[in-house]
C-alpha cells in the first residue's frame, strides 16, 4: 500500500530526490500520518484537475 511505499523510502532512501504527493480518501489523522512518513503534500479525493495540477506545479518548485 501507499504507507508502506513512503516507509520504505523513508527506511532506505536516504533524502530521496522525488517528491511525494498522496492522494486519498482517507480520514485527516491518515494524511497525517503520511506526513510523518515523508509525503510532501496530500490531496483528498474527491478533487477537481486543478487542485491536482496546482498541488504538483507546487511541489516541483520547491527545492529538493
Not at 474527491?46 to 507546487?58: C, G, H, I, R
Request: aromatic fraction near 4%; proline fraction near 6%; hydrophobic fraction near 45%.
Amino acid at each position: 500500500d501507499g504507507f508502506g511505499v513512503l516507509r520504505f523510502l523513508r527506511d532506505s532512501v536516504p533524502r530521496p530526490k522525488l517528491r511525494v504527493l498522496v492522494v486519498s480518501g482517507e480520514s485527516d489523522q491518515r494524511l497525517r500520518e503520511a506526513r510523518e512518513l515523508g509525503a510532501h503534500a496530500a490531496l483528498v479525493k474527491p478533487f477537481v484537475n486543478e487542485e491536482l495540477l496546482a498541488k504538483v506545479q507546487e511541489l516541483m518548485a520547491t527545492p529538493r
